[in-house]
């Protein structure tokens, strides 16, 4: 499973802040936040760009000429992304795959350039973030 955690301004506040609620309300409030990020990754894979907003390389001649469909990097059999998935246990959410050449796809090889889909974009981080406080807010009565 390829996964990462998220460290944006106010993060380490608001994780804290959540925390004092109850069990149920911390998960529930993380899988919010864990499907708007499984939808960012779907977007990516639509758009064909990785986290950072960056268009994903091209596809080399070779590769090309191999394949029996034409269409973007890391979409002709669906396999990759739909392999998406989330899950939120306690005070974790986690959204990575367990496909079996995620990873090389990801991160890149020798011989293949990464074409990451996995990861926190600055503005999927801020909305996490804005997600959470506005559940604080309610479970507290804040407005």
Known sequence: MISLS??????????????KLPPKVIEEALD???????????????RGHGPDGVAWAPLRP??????KSSGPPLTVTG???????RA??????????????????Q?????M?????????????REAVDVLRARIAREVGVQ
């Open 88 to 105: 939120t246990h306690n005070i974790s959410s986690q959204v990575g795959t367990n496909y079996e050449t995620a990873r090389y796809h």
């Open 79 to 85: 396999a990759l992304g739909g392999s998406i998935t």
């Open 113 to 125: 350039k990464a074409r990451p889909f996995i990861g926190w974009s600055a503005d999927g981080q």
């Open 6 to 19: 998220m460290s944006v301004g106010g993060a380490a506040d608001v994780m804290k802040r959540l925390r």
């Open 62 to 67: 070779s590769t090309l000429k191999r394949r």
């Open 32 to 46: 919010e936040v864990a499907a708007s990020q499984e939808t960012e990754v779907a977007i990516r894979f639509e």
């Open 107 to 111: 991160d890149g090889t020798s011989r």
